[in-house]
């Protein structure tokens, strides 16, 4: 028998993916948007494509700050976007 894969649909563009394939993104109870590499961290959870046109689009359809339940300022999407590109050049 088969291990259950668990999928999670990117809040950019909706495609539902294999967890491990997609970065996740939370917000602690200290309000603090982080990306969470281990995908174990305490907080709420977002889950996006390890490409910044998800990003892009999840920041534009407001996809990101829905899942999160909070507004995510541009301060911290610039730190995600950077973030992205360290993780991509790995």
């Known amino acids: 028998m088969s291990k259950k894969i668990p999928m999670r649909q990117c809040v950019g563009c909706g495609e539902m993916k294999n967890k491990k394939e997609l970065l996740r993104v939370i917000r602690t109870a200290e309000d603090a948007i ?3 590499g281990t995908g174990k961290k305490n907080g709420r959870g977002a889950y996006l ?3 910044k ?3 892009k689009k999840a920041v ?3 996809g990101l700050e829905r899942s999160l339940k909070t507004a995510v300022p541009k301060e911290i999407v610039e730190d ?3 973030e992205m590109e360290q993780i991509a050049a790995r």
């Open 80 to 82: 995600l976007t950077k």
């Open 60 to 62: 534009k359809t407001k």
């Open 34 to 36: 982080l990306l969470d």
């Open 53 to 55: 046109e998800c990003l």
């Open 49 to 51: 494509c390890p490409n």
